[in-house]
C-alpha cells in the first residue's frame, strides 16, 4: 500500500489533504466491507451495474457513515465518458445517490464551494482526479477514462475554477487510483488520440508492445495534461495503485471482464 493513501476496511484516504486541510473529506472506497455478492462482493456501490439495488444503497451508506460523508449529501453524476463538468449546489444534494436516473445527466465532472455537499462518481479502472483550493473553498472531481482523458477533462477542471475566480496555481490535484501502465493496454487509434492530445510532442505514457499495441500510462497522461493548463509538479500527487493488480481492494472493469463492481470517489467539505 501507498504511503499516500491510508486505508481503513471500506475506504481509503488521502494522507496529506487529511492532515493539512481541516474539514475537508476525501476518499476512495474499496471492494470490502459490503453486501453484495458474487462478482459486486462486496462493497459494489455502482448502481447502474445490475446488482440489487438494495445492496448497492446498504454499500454506499456504509461508505457514507465510515467517511463522515452521509449519502443524503452525496451528488452523483450519470457518467458517459464525455468531458463535461457541471456545477453544483446543496439544491443538488441527494441526486442520484439512491436512484442512478436522478444523476446529474451527461456529466463526468463536478464542482462546488459549498459545504456539506459530496461530490460522488464512480470507478472501475477510470482515473478519479480529486481537486481542492482551501482559499476559495472550491472543489472539483472528475471521471477520466481515455476518452474523458483525451478530451482534457482534467484540463477543463481548472478552466473551470480558474473562470469562477479560483487562483489555479493554489489548486491541488489528487490523481486516485486506476488501471496502471502494468496492466492497460490499447491499440493503435486511441494511441493516436493520446499522441495528439498534449501541446507538446511527448508520448511518454505510451509504451510500444511487441504485438503492435501500447501500455498507456493514464495517471500520468492526465499529470501532463494538468501541466499544459499550466500548473506546476508540486500542485500534483499520484496514487502508485493499480486497480486491476491489486485485488484484493479493487474491482477491475478489464481484469473482471465487464461483469464487477464499482468503487466510489467521494469529496466534500464538512461543516
Ligand atoms: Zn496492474
Same mark, same amino acid.
Given at each position: 500500500?501507498?504511503?499516500?493513501?491510508?486505508?481503513?476496511?471500506?475506504?481509503?484516504?488521502?494522507?496529506?489533504? !487529511? =492532515?493539512?486541510?481541516?474539514?475537508?473529506?476525501?476518499?476512495?472506497?474499496?471492494?470490502?466491507?459490503?453486501?453484495?455478492?458474487?462478482?459486486?462482493?462486496?462493497?459494489?456501490?455502482?448502481?447502474? $451495474?445490475?446488482?440489487?439495488?438494495?445492496?448497492?444503497?446498504?454499500?454506499?451508506?456504509?461508505?457514507?457513515?465510515?467517511? !463522515?460523508?452521509?449519502?443524503?449529501?452525496?451528488?452523483?453524476?450519470?457518467?458517459?465518458?464525455?468531458?463535461?463538468?457541471?456545477?453544483?449546489?446543496?439544491?443538488?444534494?441527494?441526486?442520484?445517490?439512491?436512484?442512478?436516473?436522478?444523476?446529474? !445527466?451527461?456529466?463526468?465532472?463536478?464542482?462546488? *464551494?459549498?459545504?456539506? $455537499?459530496?461530490?460522488?462518481?464512480?470507478?472501475?479502472?477510470?482515473?478519479?482526479?480529486?481537486?481542492?483550493?482551501?482559499?476559495?473553498?472550491?472543489?472539483?472531481?472528475?471521471?477520466?477514462?481515455?476518452?474523458?482523458?483525451?478530451?482534457?477533462?482534467?484540463?477543463?477542471?481548472?478552466?473551470?475554477?480558474?473562470?469562477?475566480?479560483?487562483?489555479?496555481?493554489?489548486?491541488?490535484?489528487?490523481?486516485?487510483?486506476?488501471?496502471?501502465?502494468?496492466?492497460?493496454? $490499447?491499440?493503435?487509434?486511441?494511441?493516436?488520440?493520446?499522441?495528439? *492530445?498534449?501541446?507538446? =510532442?511527448?508520448?511518454?505514457?505510451?509504451?510500444?508492445?511487441?504485438?503492435?499495441?501500447?501500455?498507456?500510462?493514464?495517471?500520468?497522461?492526465?499529470?501532463?495534461?494538468?501541466?499544459?493548463?499550466?500548473? !506546476?509538479?508540486?500542485?500534483?500527487?499520484?496514487?502508485?495503485? *493499480?486497480?486491476? *493488480?491489486?485485488?484484493?481492494?479493487?474491482?477491475?472493469?478489464?481484469?473482471?471482464?465487464?461483469?464487477?463492481?464499482?468503487?466510489?470517489? $467521494?469529496?466534500?467539505?464538512?461543516?
Amino acid at each position: 500500500m501507498t504511503m499516500i493513501l491510508e486505508s481503513s476496511e471500506t475506504f481509503l484516504s488521502i494522507k496529506k489533504w !487529511k =492532515e493539512q486541510i481541516p474539514g475537508l473529506a476525501a476518499i476512495f472506497s474499496t471492494r470490502n466491507g459490503g453486501s453484495s455478492r458474487e462478482g459486486f462482493s462486496s462493497l459494489n456501490t455502482g448502481l447502474h $451495474v445490475q446488482d440489487e439495488p438494495f445492496n448497492v444503497i446498504t454499500n454506499r451508506n456504509i461508505v457514507g457513515a465510515n467517511a !463522515k460523508a452521509p449519502l443524503e449529501e452525496w451528488v452523483c453524476a450519470e457518467q458517459i465518458h464525455g468531458s463535461y463538468i457541471k456545477e453544483v449546489d446543496r439544491t443538488y444534494k441527494g441526486r442520484g445517490s439512491t436512484n442512478y436516473q436522478d444523476s446529474i !445527466k451527461g456529466s463526468d465532472g463536478l464542482w462546488t *464551494c459549498e459545504s456539506n $455537499v459530496y461530490l460522488s462518481l464512480c470507478f472501475a479502472d477510470c482515473v478519479p482526479l480529486y481537486f481542492v483550493e482551501p482559499n476559495s473553498r472550491f472543489i472539483g472531481l472528475a471521471h477520466a477514462g481515455w476518452k474523458g482523458t483525451v478530451q482534457n477533462i482534467a484540463g477543463k477542471m481548472i478552466q473551470k475554477a480558474s473562470e469562477s475566480g479560483v487562483d489555479a496555481s493554489r489548486i491541488q490535484v489528487y490523481i486516485g487510483p486506476s488501471i496502471g501502465k502494468c496492466c492497460y493496454e $490499447v491499440d493503435e487509434t486511441v494511441a493516436d488520440q493520446v499522441k495528439h *492530445c498534449l501541446n507538446r =510532442e511527448d508520448h511518454s505514457s505510451l509504451t510500444k508492445k511487441t504485438n503492435g499495441k501500447y501500455n498507456l500510462d493514464l495517471k500520468m497522461l492526465n499529470k501532463q495534461l494538468l501541466e499544459d493548463s499550466g500548473l !506546476k509538479k508540486e500542485q500534483i500527487t499520484l496514487a502508485s495503485n *493499480c486497480t486491476s *493488480c491489486e485485488e484484493d481492494l479493487f474491482f477491475s472493469h478489464r481484469r473482471d471482464f465487464g461483469k464487477t463492481g464499482r468503487m466510489s470517489a $467521494v469529496i466534500g467539505w464538512r461543516e
